[in-house]
T-cell receptor
Framework: KQEVTQIPAALSVPEGENLVLNCSFT??????LQWFRQDPGKGLTSLLL?????REQTSGRLNASLDKSSGRSTLYIAASQPGDSATYLC?????????FGEGTQLTVNP | ETGVTQTPRHLVMGMTNKKSLKCEQH?????MYWYKQSAKKPLELMFV???????ENNSVPSRFSPECPNSSHLFLHLHTLQPEDSALYLC??????????????FGPGTRLTVL
C-alpha cells in the first residue's frame, strides 16, 4: 500500500526567503507526482504535475523535482510572499488513483 | 474557479438527519470522485464514478450513499451520520482513460459538521 509523507508538517518563514518542502513515498512504481495548494476551507489547486519520466517541473517561482528511485520529491519556492501562505499537498498516482500526504502548512510572515 | 462546483459549502446536521451533498462539473469530464478530508489526516478517496458507473468504493460505510445520474452531476446522500464523519468533503472530476491518470480538478468542498 502506497504511503506518502510530508515534512515538515508546518513551516513559518519571513517574506523573501527561499524554502523547500519535502515529500516521500514508499512505492516507487508511480505514474506521476503532483503538488497541490489548499487555502483554508477551500478546495485544491494543482500547482505542478511531474510525469514519472521527468525529473522536474517549473512554474514561475515554483520548482518541483522527482527522484523515483529514492521515493522523494521536493517543492522549491523562491522569494516567498505572504500570499504563498497555504497548505501544500503532495500526491502520487498509480493508475487512476491519487494517494495524498498530510500536507505542509506554510506561513509567510510580512 | 476550477469548473467544479459544490453545494452547500457548509452543512450542520444532527445524527438522525438525512441530507445530500451536490457536485457539478462543467468541464466535459467523464469521471467524478468523492474525497474526505479530516483534520490531521490525508485526503481519503471514497468513491469513483466513470461514465456514471461506480468503479471504486473504498470501504466506505453504508451511511454514505453516492449517486451519479449523469457524467456532470454527483451526489453524496448522508443518513445517520456520526460526529467522527465531520470533515471537508471534496468532489473532483477528470477525463478518464482506462488505466492512466488524467489530472483531477477539485471543487471547493463542503464543510460538514455532525452534532
Amino acid at each position: 500500500k502506497q504511503e506518502v509523507t510530508q515534512i515538515p508538517a508546518a513551516l513559518s518563514v519571513p517574506e523573501g526567503e527561499n524554502l523547500v518542502l519535502n515529500c516521500s513515498f514508499t512505492d516507487s512504481a508511480i505514474y506521476n507526482l503532483q503538488w497541490f495548494r489548499q487555502d483554508p476551507g477551500k478546495g485544491l489547486t494543482s500547482l505542478l504535475l511531474i510525469q514519472s519520466s521527468q525529473r522536474e517541473q517549473t512554474s514561475g517561482r515554483l520548482n518541483a523535482s522527482l527522484d523515483k528511485s529514492s521515493g522523494r520529491s521536493t517543492l522549491y519556492i523562491a522569494a516567498s510572499q505572504p500570499g504563498d501562505s497555504a497548505t501544500y499537498l503532495c500526491a502520487v498516482t498509480s493508475g487512476s488513483r491519487l494517494t495524498f500526504g498530510e500536507g505542509t502548512q506554510l506561513t509567510v510572515n510580512p | 474557479e476550477t469548473g467544479v462546483t459544490q453545494t452547500p459549502r457548509h452543512l450542520v446536521m444532527g445524527m438522525t438527519n438525512k441530507k445530500s451533498l451536490k457536485c457539478e462539473q462543467h468541464l466535459g469530464h467523464n469521471a467524478m470522485y468523492w474525497y474526505k478530508q479530516s483534520a490531521k489526516k490525508p485526503l481519503e478517496l471514497m468513491f469513483v464514478y466513470n461514465f456514471k458507473e461506480q468503479t471504486e468504493n473504498n470501504s466506505v460505510p453504508s451511511r454514505f450513499s453516492p449517486e451519479c445520474p449523469n457524467s456532470s452531476h454527483l451526489f453524496l446522500h448522508l443518513h445517520t451520520l456520526q460526529p467522527e464523519d465531520s470533515a471537508l468533503y471534496l468532489c473532483a472530476s477528470s477525463q478518464e482513460t482506462s488505466g492512466s491518470y488524467n489530472e483531477q480538478f477539485f471543487g471547493p468542498g463542503t464543510r460538514l459538521t455532525v452534532l
